[in-house]
């Protein structure tokens, strides 16, 4: 049987709930059977989703709202919508705690962030020193914009290696570190670029779009095996 994937729902807009087809295609091409997981305002359906399902990818979106991590707006933050952030987090916590599998990316990895009790910069003007640009500009997503150094004795660099150039599509960066997270790449200005939970089975947040890459990067289909292999494998 192949491992039930649960896609956590990227937006929500004019009356529309939506998961970019990305997402959903490399579930699918890694083995997985891609289920996508609604905004239900009900700490049972919370309790239902995480049953259902194996494994979790928490994808890219908008920004969360600030006082979720104890910070009023700073001139920078983008669009929030609360009651998706508050969704979210608490499903993000009821997945963590059992201990089942989680991808989770760009806006994902900072909802994973601020649920261990991190914080986020929300523009990247405000983290300190010089820093590149992380919203590239190039035609497609597919596209690489930057290098990553990955931490040796990380999870996360026995599926991509100790360096490779991803794509970036962020103006919001990790701050402070969430609980029992640790950091495991890097960019070159020190931008967090990938985190992971401590003793976990599979707990694994990237900066970057790997879902874009998929067609091109070996690494991220490596990223996304392992997930899936993992989701089929822990229980
Ligand atoms: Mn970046």
Request: hydrophobic share 35%; with cysteine.
């Amino acid at each position: 049987m192949k491992p039930k994937i649960g896609v956590i729902i990227c937006g929500f807009i004019e009356d529309k709930q939506f998961v970019t087809n990305a997402y959903i295609q490399s579930i699918r091409y890694s083995g997985g059977i891609p289920l996508i997981l609604p905004l239900i305002r009900s700490d049972r359906m919370l309790e239902e989703y995480t049953s259902l399902c194996d494994g979790f990818l928490f994808c890219g979106g908008g920004d969360i709202t600030p006082l979720l991590f104890g910070q009023e707006p700073k001139s920078g933050n983008g669009k929030n919508n609360i009651t998706l952030d508050l969704f979210q987090i608490r499903l993000m916590k009821r997945v963590l705690s059992s201990r089942k599998p989680v991808l989770s990316i760009c806006r994902g990895m900072q909802i994973f962030n601020v649920a261990c009790g991190g914080t986020i910069f929300q523009d990247i003007s405000l983290q300190p020193g010089k820093h590149l640009d992380h919203m590239q500009q190039s035609f497609s997503r597919q596209e690489v914009s930057h290098k990553i150094f990955v931490t040796p004795d990380s999870q996360l660099k026995k599926y991509i290696g100790s360096y490779l150039f991803v794509n970036s599509y962020h103006h919001q960066t990790l701050n402070k570190l969430g609980k029992s997270l640790k950091v495991c790449a890097t960019a070159s200005d020190s931008t967090i670029e990938a985190i992971e939970m401590l003793s976990h089975p599979f707990a694994i947040g990237v900066q970057w779009h790997p879902e874009s890459m998929y067609r091109s990067s070996p690494e991220m289909r490596e990223l996304f095996g392992n997930f899936i292999l993992k989701s089929a494998t822990t229980h």
